[in-house]
């Protein structure tokens, strides 16, 4: 099935309401005027975007820690560890306890959020040499905004007493159903497509212009928006 067809089928049943769109619309706006007005490249939003994943991943895995509720849908088999009172493996003085069985049933996405991360930063540029004054605001903006998202669903209130470790662990899983869609469906048509202008019109490599990550960054904006607007976007109930 194209992508096409699958919008298709898929947009009408499962769009949400204007307000899910707001925050990836924010974000990506703020990457492109980022892009304009700083001659960010390639490498630059590599690394933004490998941080990103790297930020949600260490504060929604970090928050999977202390969510006591048990779950069921995610097993392939029964535990009967779900069926018990959670155990605290560790206490920390006005702290929620992190549980043992969360630790457990976080370590996969750890190991695939490690893996990730460290090949994508083997594949961009030295961080040295593109963490300039306008990256690193770019990456304490990411941090704050992901900051607000774990108070907002987990900390406010003590959310985290009624959701399941499962619920934490959605928010790091989106970016990377993100990167498959962005790697198959941006990446490399769009990469095969500049460099066949580059070869037919031989052009210097070293003359193509920085807005040419423009014609990365809007695709990976719609598809970030997409998802973020529509269910695969976990929307949690507030208590």
């Not at 769009?190 to 809007?218: K, R």
Request: proline share 8%; net charge negative; charged share 15%.
């Amino acid at each position: 099935m194209s992508l096409w067809t699958h919008l298709c089928e898929y947009l009408p049943e499962h769009v949400g309401k204007p307000s899910d769109y707001i925050p990836a619309l924010v974000l990506n706006a703020a990457l492109v005027a980022g892009t304009v007005a700083f001659g960010w490249n390639i490498g630059e939003l590599i690394l933004l975007y490998v941080l990103e994943i790297v930020v949600i991943n260490i504060l929604f895995i970090g928050t999977a820690f202390f969510t006591p509720q048990p779950i069921r849908e995610h097993l392939r088999e029964p535990d009967e560890q779900w069926d018990e009172e959670p155990t605290p493996l560790i206490k920390l003085p006005r702290l929620p306890p992190i549980y043992r069985r969360n630790i457990r049933f976080a370590a996969k996405q750890i190991v695939v959020t490690t893996t990730l991360a460290g090949g994508l930063f083997v594949v961009a540029p030295p961080l040295g040499s593109i963490l300039t004054l306008s990256t690193g605001t770019a990456i304490i903006g990411v941090g704050i905004f992901q900051l607000s998202r774990v108070w907002r669903h987990f900390i406010a209130d003590q959310r985290y007493q009624n959701r399941t470790p499962a619920e934490a662990l959605k928010f790091g899983f989106i970016p990377l159903s993100e990167l498959y869609l962005i790697l198959f469906y941006v990446f490399i048509p769009v990469t095969f497509i500049i460099v066949s202008v580059v070869i037919a019109m031989d052009i210097d490599g070293y003359s193509i212009p920085h807005f040419v990550s423009l014609a990365y960054l809007i695709p990976i904006g719609v598809i970030r928006v997409y998802i973020q607007g529509t269910d695969w976007h976990p929307h949690l109930r507030e208590e």
